[in-house]
């Protein structure tokens, strides 16, 4: 079967929050989170399979620009 990773976050050991995936992306893993509750990490894209960061924030993904390299 296909698996999807979607980013979550979690309190008491539950899932508290699935955050969805962003427009375009076929996964998202979250990385760290901050005292605002603003998620990062990194998703695939679905059309071009490159892996982007984003920032999670008020129920909202943003993408961050790719840096130029070997990886972008």
């Known amino acids: 079967p296909t698996v999807h990773r979607r980013a979550v976050t979690w309190r008491a ?3 508290y929050r699935d ?3 962003p427009p375009g992306a076929r ?5 760290g989170i901050n005292d605002r509750g603003d ?3 990194h998703l695939t894209d679905a059309s071009t399979g490159r892996i982007e960061a984003f920032v999670h924030r008020d ?3 943003t993408r961050l ?3 130029p390299g070997p990886y972008a």
Not at 27 to 31: F, I, L, R, S, T
Request: aromatic fraction near 4%; avoid cysteine.
């Open 27 to 31: 996964e998202a893993v979250g990385a």
């Open 59 to 61: 129920g909202q993904f």
């Open 65 to 67: 620009q790719s840096l």
């Open 39 to 41: 998620v990062v990490g």
């Open 19 to 21: 955050l969805g995936l």
């Open 13 to 15: 050991g539950a899932i």
